[in-house]
């Protein structure tokens, strides 16, 4: 009972946003905040839905954190995948981790007969993450 009370405390959240090398306009930038509870194990995400040359639409994902894993480097890996909802069609599971910066690789994936499809597999993009404790 102790340890997962300290296992409670430790826990915390940790927010990223796009780094500013990616460009706010980048293509692949699709993802423009994410916020990860390590204690309740959700990811909440902002994403942009739709874009035009002129405007963008922004939306919400929900996902799952599925692992959270500590690296040689000492800081977690962050493996999360969204949470389906009614007509959505690919199911996109991320991977956040520490190089010397923080990426965020990603990937589609469509079920098909029950069957997965991989969609599509992004290009990286680096993230500025700010950790704070809730404990």
């Known amino acids: 009972m102790l340890s997962s009370a300290a296992g409670a405390a430790s826990a915390g959240t940790i927010t990223c946003v796009p780094g ?8 692949f930038n699709w993802v423009r905040r994410i916020s990860i509870d390590e204690h309740s194990r959700t990811v909440n995400l902002d994403v942009v839905r739709s874009r035009t040359k002129d405007t963008e639409t922004m939306g919400k994902m929900r ?5 959270m894993d500590e690296s040689q480097s000492g800081e977690p890996v962050y493996v999360f995948n969204s949470i389906p909802t009614v007509g959505t069609e690919v199911t996109h599971l991320f991977k956040l981790f520490k190089a010397s910066e923080w990426r965020l690789v990603s990937a589609g ?8 499809v991989l969609r599509a ?13 809730l404990g």
């Open 20 to 27: 500013a090398s990616n460009g706010p306009a980048s293509p």
């Open 63 to 67: 996902a799952d954190l599925v692992s």
């Open 109 to 116: 994936v469509a079920f098909a007969n029950k069957v997965p």
């Open 121 to 133: 597999v992004e290009q990286s993009v680096v993230f500025d993450c700010k950790r704070s404790d």
